[in-house]
């Protein structure tokens, strides 16, 4: 279940207790045919924690930022706070679902758990193919979770925290297999902090040496690390993630152009439409019009 923070125009939903449990932060819930999601989850929404799914048995369809996925059998999905997700219809869960949240992560012994690559999501992943053998791991695992998770005790927050381990570094090792990358060298890096800066602030400040001074480089350096790690220039990221942003809210609301262009940060309406227009070849209205038609 789910809180809404109200100012949000795609709204933005936080954890909240099962009527079994007092946790607001680590929620287990499993599917045996039952309608795991309420109604306002078939609406365009956020949510501020990390939801991983299960899913023994798939077929229907949902929507994970403008890209539709259609669920598959044993394949685990994923997805990170912050993400634009819609589910198209109702439809019986046969699986099970994880939820925690970013403050979950942060106590002490799950700290660690932060930094694996799943969580990390670095690739932007949404989706593992499971081998019979990984079925066969991961149903065990989520086996004793939720035998933990519904044993109440002074021993249940440990065990939980240690199966919970073992199930997220399987699940990581999966994903650097399915989404392989390289390490990072001191430039990778800089680049990464750069589009996380970007991702913090990009609907308040879209220039370069704004974010290079909250780097505590030059703004020359900045857009020479990035050129080279990128093939982009630095402004560019900037500019696509405004575009993707501009997309999302086009998309998954019915909010004007106006309020979008000042909900990203521009002061007249009419610069953002040409500037839209510049990046993607459509004006707002036109890119609107065709999305809805091509994804009815």
Same mark, same amino acid.
């Given at each position: 279940?789910? /809180?809404?923070?109200?100012? +949000?125009?795609?709204? %933005?939903?936080?954890?909240?207790? +099962?009527?079994? /449990?007092?946790?607001?932060? !680590?929620?287990?819930?499993?599917?045996?045919?039952?309608?795991?999601?309420?109604?306002?989850?078939?609406?365009?929404?956020?949510?501020?924690?990390?939801?991983?799914?299960?899913? +023994?048995?798939?077929?229907?369809?949902?929507? %994970?930022?403008? $890209?539709?996925?259609?669920?598959?059998?044993?394949?685990?999905?994923?997805?990170?706070?912050?993400? %634009?997700?819609?589910?198209? &219809?109702?439809?019986?869960?046969?699986?099970?679902?994880?939820?925690?949240?970013?403050?979950?992560?942060?106590?002490?012994?799950?700290?660690?758990?932060?930094?694996?690559?799943?969580?990390?999501?670095?690739?932007?992943?949404?989706?593992?193919?499971? $081998?019979? $053998?990984?079925? *066969?791991?991961?149903?065990?695992?989520?086996?004793?979770?939720?035998?933990?998770?519904?044993?109440?005790?002074?021993?249940?927050?440990?065990?939980?925290? &240690?199966?919970?381990?073992?199930?997220?570094?399987?699940?990581?090792?999966?994903?650097?297999?399915?989404?392989?990358?390289?390490?990072?060298?001191?430039?990778?890096? =800089?680049?990464?902090?750069?589009?996380?800066?970007?991702?913090?602030?990009?609907?308040?400040?879209?220039?370069?040496?704004?974010?290079?001074?909250?780097?505590?480089?030059?703004?020359?350096?900045?857009?020479?690390?990035?050129?080279? @790690?990128?093939?982009?220039? *630095?402004? &560019?990221?900037?500019?696509?993630?405004?575009? =993707?942003? *501009? #997309?999302? =809210?086009?998309?998954?609301?019915? @909010?004007? %152009?106006?309020?979008?262009?000042?909900? =990203?940060?521009? &002061?007249?309406?009419?610069? !953002?439409?040409?500037?839209?227009?510049?990046?993607?070849?459509? $004006?707002?209205?036109?890119? #609107?019009?065709?999305?809805?038609?091509?994804?009815?």
């Amino acid at each position: 279940m789910a /809180t809404l923070h109200l100012e +949000q125009q795609v709204p %933005v939903y936080s954890l909240t207790p +099962q009527q079994a /449990t007092s946790n607001r932060m !680590f929620q287990l819930v499993r599917g045996e045919g039952t309608l795991a999601y309420r109604s306002d989850m078939l609406l365009p929404h956020r949510k501020d924690y990390y939801v991983l799914v299960f899913v +023994q048995r798939g077929g229907c369809r949902h929507w %994970v930022d403008m $890209t539709p996925y259609v669920l598959k059998d044993n394949t685990y999905y994923f997805t990170v706070p912050g993400q %634009v997700m819609v589910k198209e &219809a109702p439809q019986p869960m046969w699986g099970t679902s994880l939820a925690f949240t970013t403050e979950f992560l942060a106590l002490q012994q799950h700290a660690s758990l932060a930094k694996l690559p799943l969580l990390q999501n670095l690739q932007n992943g949404h989706e593992l193919l499971l $081998t019979a $053998t990984d079925v *066969a791991f991961v149903e065990d695992t989520l086996g004793k979770l939720h035998a933990e998770y519904n044993s109440p005790g002074e021993w249940q927050q440990p065990m939980l925290t &240690a199966h919970l381990t073992v199930l997220l570094t399987y699940l990581s090792r999966l994903y650097t297999q399915q989404f392989p990358s390289t390490e990072p060298s001191a430039d990778r890096l =800089l680049l990464r902090h750069y589009q996380a800066k970007i991702e913090e602030c990009f609907r308040e400040q879209h220039e370069v040496s704004t974010y290079a001074a909250m780097l505590n480089i030059s703004a020359g350096y900045l857009s020479e690390v990035v050129k080279a @790690q990128s093939g982009k220039p *630095a402004i &560019a990221h900037i500019q696509e993630r405004v575009v =993707l942003e *501009a #997309r999302r =809210l086009l998309f998954h609301t019915h @909010q004007s %152009v106006k309020e979008i262009a000042f909900e =990203l940060g521009f &002061a007249d309406a009419s610069y !953002f439409s040409r500037f839209f227009k510049r990046e993607t070849g459509l $004006t707002p209205a036109e890119f #609107r019009a065709s999305s809805r038609e091509m994804y009815p």
